[in-house]
């Protein structure tokens, strides 16, 4: 992926908007000028905990348009919990945008964009970029029930075509995407986020129907800017290298561990090492 | 008293403008950071341990939170020697702060030959020995866990350069101060109090340690009282300077620490909460030492050593 993260910063925003789309999911909206005018697709923020608790949290950035930067999120711990609780007008304290996101310039003209659970928050920019640039959008999204499938109309009214599938069947058919994505006609390109078994899923179908795959990670950060080398995965392949290290046939090993938050989150699934 | 109180302080020869080291692992080169901190306000970086051959590192996951703090398992991931000061270790000579290798090793002559390559380089103003990582199965900490051995690694470091040389001890061991005296003793300029401290977690979903590793080291908030006494009794001990570290978020952890007997302080896992941090705490040590008419860091440090003083008692020693 190419270098992107050339504005990051430190930025204090405000919270112009709480909202609470399903049970346990939150979207932030954030007086970001500076942070919308740098974001790309795919990228992310650390948010600073309003308290000073250990550890910053990674959240994609969902939304950038004007001075709106907006963070959407599902409450899974103590961390999230606490930025769930911000309410209009506080403060939030966030460093970004990071790492490398979708590269939405091949010009493919019929994308596939999958996207499971909280992994809708990293593709909605992605979606309206690829829709701008005159691509036909199809959004495979799925989720366990029907209310955590949020904001799924926001994807047909910025031109997607939407297919869905739910866990218990209460909305579209009920299984995985992924075999949703297997059944439909072969696009050009895809782009994914989602669980790991998802985009394993996803990586497998890529490589059957011949199409590459740019798959957004998940992996528990530490610092979330490169200094840790907490949020490793492997590449492989024998050209395979991390900045910093050899490469991976001089390292006296197939593979070579590359930060998700740094050289990711977006890789291209046949870089890595399944 | 009109002139600004100094933050400058010394570690063996290490001249420092700000007593604020960034602790070896956790702050990358410096410049995965330099977009969000003024690597100027700084005193040094401790990079990331360098062994003498290439290391993997652990598998994932790495990192777990924890309360008020967080275990990591990263297994001293590293291009190793030669690569590094072939391809690496230039690039970050234009650091606008001290940069302090760290040496990871197996054996003692490995220890001996990756701090002589080390310290011959410019761009490396001090050394820190690390005898003391838990996470690389059985071996490293083994070092920093006995005394005997601990004083080899040092001696044989000792003999192969004149640069400091700091010695990063381990919290997780019987009496610190045994470990310590004997790292001065085989010629040590200074010592890290403390690395990490053992810790493990379990997903009671799948019933799996939660770490790659299984075990890894615990830092931030949760281990500063720890690190506090560790300080507090090494610096009873040993009459070298202590970079004292373990979980320090703000200026009063940091007073904690200059108060327990360090000279200097290092920042870890707190630049993973808001990489503002460091600069923070120097600017509020030194309106602490402003506030209380102290001419610089000196004034307090071990001053929680001296039986119970009050603080307004010292208050008149700078004059």
């Known amino acids: ?274 | 008293m009109s002139v600004s109180p100094s933050l400058a302080t010394k570690i063996g020869g290490l001249e420092l403008p700000y007593p604020t080291l960034m602790g070896s692992g956790c702050y990358g080169t410096g410049e995965e950071f330099a977009p969000f901190a003024d690597l100027s306000k700084i005193g040094a970086i401790v990079l990331k341990s360098v062994t003498r051959l290439p290391r993997l590192g652990n598998p994932t996951p790495r990192i777990v939170h924890t309360p008020a703090g967080m275990l990591n398992a990263i297994g001293l991931q590293n291009p190793g020697l030669d690569w590094y000061l072939e391809h690496e270790l230039h690039k970050y000579a234009k650091r606008p702060c001290k940069l302090v290798g760290s040496v990871a090793a197996f054996s003692v002559e490995d220890y001996a030959y990756v701090c002589e390559r080390l310290a011959a380089r410019p761009e490396i103003a001090a050394v820190e020995l690390n005898v003391s990582c838990p996470n690389v199965a059985s071996e490293g900490e083994t070092f920093g866990c006995y005394p005997d051995l601990t004083a080899a690694v040092v001696r044989a470091a000792r003999a192969t350069t004149g640069k400091t040389l700091i010695v990063k001890l381990s919290p997780n061991v019987t009496d610190i101060a045994t470990i310590a005296r004997e790292a001065e003793a085989a010629g040590a300029d200074a010592l890290a109090v403390i690395n990490t401290v053992r810790g493990m977690a379990i997903d009671v979903e799948t019933w799996r340690p939660r770490l790659g590793n299984v075990t890894g080291g615990l830092s931030g908030a949760a281990i500063r009282p720890i690190a506090v006494l560790a300080v507090y009794e090494v610096a009873q001990a040993v009459k070298i300077p202590i970079v004292g570290q373990g979980g320090i978020e703000n200026v009063t952890d940091a007073l904690e620490f200059f108060l327990a007997g360090a000279s200097a302080i290092s920042i870890g896992t707190a630049n993973f909460t808001d990489p503002r941090i460091p600069e923070r705490i120097a600017d509020e040590l030194q309106a602490y030492l402003a506030r209380r008419n102290l001419a610089g860091i000196d004034a307090i440090v071990g001053k929680a050593n001296h039986g119970f003083a009050t603080p307004h008692q010292y208050e008149g020693d700078e004059g």
């Open chain 1, 1 to 274: 992926m190419p270098t992107l993260d050339l504005h990051a910063g430190v930025h204090e925003t405000t919270v112009l908007q709480r909202r609470v789309l399903a049970p346990g999911v939150v979207l932030l909206s954030l007086d970001a000028p500076q942070l919308a005018a740098a974001t790309q697709p795919g990228q992310y923020v650390m948010a600073i905990p309003p308290s000073g608790e250990t550890a910053a949290t990674a959240l994609a950035v969902y939304e950038a348009e004007g001075k709106l930067a907006s963070l959407l999120f599902f409450v899974t711990g103590r961390r999230t919990h606490e930025l769930a609780e911000l309410r209009d007008g506080d403060r939030l304290d966030v460093v970004g945008p990071l790492g490398n996101g979708f590269d939405c310039s091949g010009g493919e003209r019929d994308v596939a964009i999958v996207a499971g659970g909280v992994g809708i928050a990293s593709v909605l920019l992605c979606a309206q970029r690829l829709v701008r640039a005159g691509a036909r959008v199809r959004l495979f999204y799925g989720a366990r029930t029907a209310e955590l499938l949020v904001d799924a109309q926001r994807f047909a009214d910025a031109g997607c075509e939407l297919i869905v599938t739910t866990d218990d069947g209460t909305r579209g058919e009920s299984g995985f995407i992924t075999d949703a994505l297997a059944r439909a006609q072969k696009p050009h390109i895809i782009y994914a986020c989602g669980p790991s078994p998802m985009l394993r899923g996803v990586a497998r179908i890529a490589m059957e129907l011949g199409v590459r795959a740019q798959l957004s990670l998940e992996e528990t950060f530490g610092c979330g800017v490169g200094g840790c080398w907490g949020c490793v995965v492997p590449l492989a392949g024998t050209s395979a290298q991390a900045p910093g290290f050899p490469p991976a046939t001089l390292g006296g090993s197939d593979v070579v561990y590359a930060r998700v938050c740094k050289e990711g989150p977006v890789f291209w699934a046949d870089e890595l090492r399944w």
